[in-house]
C-alpha cells in the first residue's frame, strides 16, 4: 500500500445543468499524484478544480471515467474515501457561534476520533496553528486567517492519508498564508500525508512538489513548476525607464503586438513575448528616454498566462473609455482624502488608535496588514459606513463626521464580496444602484449601456448575478460601483479570489481611471498588486507600521542575503519586527 498512487483519474467527466444549459466542468482528465507530495491544482475561474477535488472527496460521482484514492475505487466506496480523506472546501464549515474548543470538539465527534487521543492531538494542534490562547474565543471573533487556521486544524482532528484544500489561503495576509504552508508541509513531514491544494495565487505553485494545470475542464499539463517555467526562458524581460511612470509603462507594452503580458514588478514592468526574444516595439516605446530591456528569470505565472492566452495580446479589452470624464490632473496638488488621528472603540477594545495619513486627487493608495489589523475598520469609517469614536476624517472636502450622506454620494464603493443582489440579473443590478445613486431615467440609460458595453457584459445582460463566474460578478460590481461616476473610489480586497488573468483585467482598468483622475483607496492581500499603487500604509493592532511608497518599503529590507527584496518580503518584516517589539514591551 505504501507505493499506491494518492490520487488517479482516468478520463473524467463531470457535466451540469444550469439555467437549461449544459456545462462541462470537467472533460476526459487523466491525472496522478504521488504519495507524500504536495500536488498544486493550478487554473482560472472555472477551469474545473472544485470540481475535481469534490470528486475527489466522494461528494460527486462521475459522469463517465474512473476515479481511485488511496487505492479505493470512489464510485464503489465513497463512503470509505470519505473517511480516510480530509477535505477543506472554499467555504469551510465552522461555527461561529461556538468557540474555538467547541468547533474541535464536534469535528472530532463528526470524524470518530476517540474520546482518549483526543487532549495531545488538540495540544499539538493548537501549538501548530498558534490558536492555544484563544480556545474559549468564539470562532465568528476570530480574524480570516485565525478562521482559515480553525478551519484546517478541524480538517486535520484525525490525520488523513489525502488532505484535499481549496484555495485555503484565499483571503488570508501574507503572514497567515506562510503559517498555513508550514501546517501543510509539517503534516507532509510528519504524517507522510498527500496533499492536493488549489490556489489562486500563483507564487504558491512554486512551493508545491509537482502542479497541475487545468482550464475549462481540460488538463492542460503536469509537472514540475520548473518544467513549466523554464521553456518560457528568453520569452521573460524586465523593462524600466525613467523618464516615464510604471503604470504609463505597462500600459503602452501592454498594446504593443508580439507581448502576451505586462505587469508591474517592483519599479520595472515584467513583460513575456509570444516568442522567444524581445519583438521590435518601435511605436509602442517610441520617444520614451532611458529604457533599459533585460532578460528576467521564469516563473510558474509566466508560463500559465502565456498557455492561457496563447498568441494574443496582454490587453484583450478597451479600458481607455472606461472614465467617460476627467475628473482632474492627477498632478493637482489637493488631498481629497485626510485622515488625523483617527480612532474607532468597540467598549474597551480600540480596533483603530491614532491613524494618520493623506491621499492625494489621482492617486493609487493601499491599505494593507495583516487580518485584524484594523484596515477593514479604518475603511469601513472612510466610506462612511462606521461612526468615528475620535479624530478628523475629511473625504472630498467635506467632514464624516457631520456630511457622511453628502460624502457617500462621491465615492463608488466595490466590498470584498461584491454587493451584488445575486437573484437579481445583470441588467437589473445596473437598473438598481442606478436608481439608488439618484440618476434621471436618460442618464441612467446611458449609463447602463455605457456598463454592459466597457464590461463586456451584454450576453450576460439576463443571467442572474449569483450565476455568473467571479470574474464577471467581479466586472459587474465594478460597473455598479462606478455609475455615477464617482471622484473617489474604494476597493475592499477586490481580487480576493480572483484567476490571475481576472485580475490583470481588473487592475488595467483601475489605472485608466487613476489616469483620469479617479483617486483610489484600495486594501489587498496581494503583495505584487501592492506594486500598483503609488504609496501605501501598513497597518498592524490598529496602528500605522510604515508609510510611502512601495519602493521605500522594501528598501527598508534590502541586504546582502536580499538584494531585491519584494513586498511580501518588506511586508513580513515589518509585521515580525512590530511583533518583536512588543514582546520585548510586554517582557
Known amino acids: 500500500m505504501a507505493n499506491t498512487a494518492a490520487l488517479v483519474f482516468g478520463a473524467v467527466s463531470k457535466t451540469f445543468v444550469a439555467g437549461g444549459m449544459a456545462v462541462q466542468a470537467l472533460d476526459a482528465v487523466t491525472i496522478r499524484t504521488e504519495p507524500g507530495r504536495v500536488t498544486g491544482l493550478i487554473g482560472p475561474d472555472g477551469a474545473g478544480k472544485t470540481t475535481l477535488m469534490r470528486l475527489a472527496a466522494g461528494l460527486l460521482a462521475p459522469d463517465a471515467g474512473s476515479i481511485e ?15 480516510s480523506v480530509g477535505y477543506m472546501p472554499q467555504r469551510f464549515g465552522l461555527y461561529e457561534d461556538l ?6 470538539d464536534l469535528y472530532a465527534d463528526l470524524q470518530g476520533v476517540p474520546k482518549r487521543e483526543r487532549a495531545a492531538r488538540y495540544r499539538e494542534l493548537m501549538h501548530m496553528t498558534g490558536l492555544a490562547p484563544f480556545t474559549r474565543r468564539l470562532a465568528g471573533r476570530l480574524s480570516g486567517g485565525m478562521k482559515q487556521k480553525l478551519g484546517l486544524a478541524c480538517t486535520l482532528v484525525r490525520p488523513p492519508r489525502l488532505l484535499l484544500l481549496d ?3 484565499v483571503g488570508v495576509d501574507p503572514v497567515s498564508r506562510r503559517e498555513l504552508w508550514g501546517i501543510v508541509y509539517r503534516q507532509v513531514r510528519d504524517e507522510g500525508m498527500s496533499v492536493l491544494l488549489s490556489t489562486a495565487y500563483l507564487d504558491e505553485a512554486e512551493r508545491c512538489d509537482e502542479v497541475i494545470l487545468m482550464h475549462q475542464g481540460k488538463q492542460l499539463g503536469q509537472g514540475t513548476p520548473a518544467s513549466f517555467s523554464e521553456p518560457m526562458r528568453g520569452r521573460s524581460f ?4 525613467g523618464s516615464i511612470g510604471k503604470r504609463t509603462l505597462q500600459g503602452r507594452l501592454s498594446a504593443a503586438p508580439g507581448i502576451v503580458d505586462a505587469i508591474i514588478e517592483g519599479e520595472q514592468v515584467r513583460v513575456v513575448t509570444a516568442q522567444g526574444g524581445m519583438p521590435t516595439l518601435p511605436e509602442a516605446l517610441a520617444g520614451i528616454e532611458g529604457l533599459d530591456i533585460r532578460p528576467a528569470e521564469p516563473i510558474f505565472e509566466d508560463a500559465f498566462i502565456a498557455t492561457l492566452k496563447g498568441g494574443q495580446a496582454a490587453v484583450t479589452q478597451p479600458v481607455a473609455d472606461l472614465a467617460t470624464r476627467s475628473v482632474a490632473a492627477a498632478t493637482d496638488d489637493h488631498a481629497v482624502i485626510e485622515v488625523k488621528d483617527l480612532q474607532r472603540r468597540f467598549g474597551d477594545f480600540y480596533a483603530v488608535k491614532g491613524v494618520s495619513f493623506r491621499v492625494q486627487r489621482g492617486e493609487i493608495f493601499g491599505l494593507l496588514g495583516a487580518n485584524g489589523a484594523g484596515k477593514s475598520t479604518t475603511f469601513r469609517m472612510l466610506c462612511g459606513l462606521l461612526p468615528v469614536s475620535a479624530g478628523e476624517v475629511h473625504v472630498a472636502g467635506l467632514d464624516l463626521r457631520y456630511a457622511a450622506a453628502r460624502a457617500r454620494g462621491r465615492l463608488g464603493y466595490m466590498a470584498q464580496r461584491f454587493s451584488l443582489y445575486v437573484d437579481l440579473t445583470v441588467l437589473q443590478n445596473l437598473r438598481f444602484f442606478a436608481s439608488a445613486y439618484g440618476l434621471g431615467r436618460a442618464r441612467a440609460r446611458q449609463r447602463i449601456h455605457w456598463a454592459l458595453d466597457g464590461f463586456e457584459l451584454v450576453e450576460y445582460a439576463n443571467v442572474t448575478s449569483g450565476d455568473l463566474p467571479l470574474g464577471y460578478k467581479q466586472r459587474l460590481a465594478m460597473a455598479a460601483a462606478l455609475m455615477h461616476e464617482p471622484d473617489i473610489l474604494f476597493l475592499d480586497e477586490p481580487t480576493s479570489g480572483v484567476d490571475p488573468l481576472a485580475r490583470r ?5 483601475i489605472n485608466a481611471l487613476a489616469e483620469s483622475g479617479v483617486t483610489v483607496l484600495v486594501t489587498t492581500h496581494f503583495m505584487d ?10 497597518m498592524a493592532e490598529g496602528e500605522v507600521l510604515a508609510e510611502g511608497t512601495p519602493a521605500d518599503m522594501k528598501a527598508r529590507f534590502r541586504n546582502e542575503q536580499t538584494p531585491d527584496p519584494t513586498m ?3 511586508f513580513i518584516g515589518l509585521i515580525e519586527a512590530h511583533e518583536s517589539a512588543q514582546q520585548g514591551s510586554a517582557a
Open 69 to 83: 484514492v488511496l487505492g479505493i475505487d470512489v464510485v464503489k466506496q465513497p463512503l470509505l474515501v470519505q473517511s
Open 99 to 104: 468557540s474555538v474548543q467547541e468547533n474541535l
Open 167 to 169: 484555495e485555503p489561503t
Open 238 to 241: 524586465h523593462v524600466s525607464a
Open 505 to 509: 483585467e481588473f487592475w488595467q482598468r
Open 529 to 538: 498588486e501592492a506594486n500598483y499603487c503609488d504609496r501605501l500604509v501598513i
Open 568 to 570: 511580501e518580503d518588506a
